[in-house]
């Protein structure tokens, strides 16, 4: 073997060696070189060598040492306790939807720093309006720290590795191109994520659903589904695929969706078509306010009553979503499924509906038993799959010196 390929598998050793080392302090929090060196399978020499590039590059720092605090009396040296320096880098994450856009900054350990929201519509903006509202916003927040990478989820569909925006909804064809704009004019990493996604990247950090198969289904101001196959988050061979909401449930006769085409499982089962078939309008309008979480509540106390309007805006959306869960599980077979966002509260009184529009749509319904579950805050949720994805890029970076 030539020195120069020796040369060149060394300092590949070294780059990945960072990386577990970083991951060690990213999974366990604070710890001690021994203790690293057992959790990463390195040797104590290794583990020193290593974590001392990364305290002179300001990637970890010192802490206090266990036990720095015990009386005189106590025995033995502490171990000094290294942990990843929060002043090292910034993650921007948040979301984009139609009515608004949502920000929060994370310290390099993953802490909150500081959070903005702000009511926009973004459906006529330019791509560099919506990037001077977002840097506006970060300047808004009042405090030094400059982000190093931007994640953002939005309502759409994206490529695969996250630089572009292929479709929106919610924006023209100028605010797709928001994050080129926002890149230049911050200097910074800018990813662009699928809403859902990023749901599903959240709830993969469950241990119910860690090293598992499962399907994140957003309902809110849209549809959006996330995937998770076999512990690994699925994407198209170009794009972030996975599309829910925008198959054709009712064809081109059907009610009106906010992608401006009729009869998408979108305008069946999202916020805005539930409160529009409850209040018995017309389908091929759209809500000129945004449809709140107690618009939703009030809806489904109404169905809880007896037959009516409310009860079967809540029927036909779960019937709507069982038909796009009946296609997801033609191609992929039946697994765990868990709904998130306003919409989600209404599982309980549309969970027949689904199963029986997967009975009439899925050959195989009756050979799988598929579990349902609801969880909090669909935008929390994008938040906290943005965060992960961004401090995985920073970790990938402060290991490899590249994204």
């Known amino acids: 073997m030539s020195k120069t390929k020796e040369v060149y598998l060394s300092d590949d050793v070294r780059k990945q ?66 942990e990843l320096n929060p002043e090292y880098k910034f993650v921007v994450a948040g979301s984009l939807t139609f009515n608004s856009i949502s920000l929060s900054m994370f310290d390099y350990l993953g802490d909150k720093v500081a959070t903005v929201q702000e009511k926009v519509v973004l459906e006529n903006m330019a791509g560099n309006e919506i990037a001077q509202i977002i840097l506006s916003m970060i300047d808004g927040l009042g405090i030094s720290a400059t982000p190093s990478i931007f994640v953002l989820g939005v309502q759409g569909l994206t490529n695969n590795n996250g630089s572009e925006i292929l479709w929106s ?26 809403d859902s996604a990023m749901i599903a990247r959240s709830l993969s950090k469950d241990k119910a659903y860690a090293e598992g198969t499962f399907a994140a289904v957003l309902m809110s101001y849209g549809i959006g589904l996330g995937l998770y196959i076999d512990g690994q988050p699925f994407k198209g061979a170009k794009s972030s695929a996975s599309e829910l909401g925008h198959i054709s449930f009712k064809g081109s006769d059907g009610a009106l969706c906010r992608c401006k085409k009729h009869g998408c499982v979108e305008a069946y089962a999202s916020d805005y078509a539930i409160w529009r078939r409850a209040k018995q309008l017309d389908p091929n309008t759209l809500p000129e306010n945004p449809v709140t979480s107690e618009d939703i509540a009030n809806i489904i106390e109404e169905a809880k009553q007896g037959e009516g309007p409310a009860r079967e805006a809540i029927r036909e959306a779960g019937r709507a979503i069982g038909f796009g869960l009946a296609i997801m599980f033609g191609l992929f077979d039946a697994f765990p499924v868990v709904f998130v966002g306003r919409g989600a509260q209404a599982l309980d009184l549309m969970q027949d509906d689904i199963k029986q529009s997967l009975d009439e749509h899925f050959r195989f319904h009756k050979q799988f038993d598929v579990a349902f579950a609801k969880s909090s805050d669909a935008l929390i949720h994008v938040e906290n799959g943005s965060s992960i994805v961004g401090l995985e890029w920073l970790d990938q970076q402060a290991a490899f010196g590249k994204s």
């Open 169 to 194: 909804p919610i924006l023209s064809d100028s605010g797709m191109k928001f994050a080129d704009h926002l890149s230049k004019q911050s200097k910074a990493e800018v990813i662009v994520a699928n």
């Open 17 to 82: 060696n960072r990386l577990r080392i970083i991951s060690q302090f990213r999974l366990h929090g604070k710890k001690s070189r021994t203790e690293i060196s057992t959790l990463a399978d390195l040797s104590a020499g290794t583990v020193t060598n290593v974590s001392t590039t990364l305290l002179d590059d300001g990637i970890i720092r010192v802490c206090e040492p266990e036990g720095a605090k015990q009386s005189s009396a106590s025995h033995g040296r502490p171990r000094v306790q290294l």
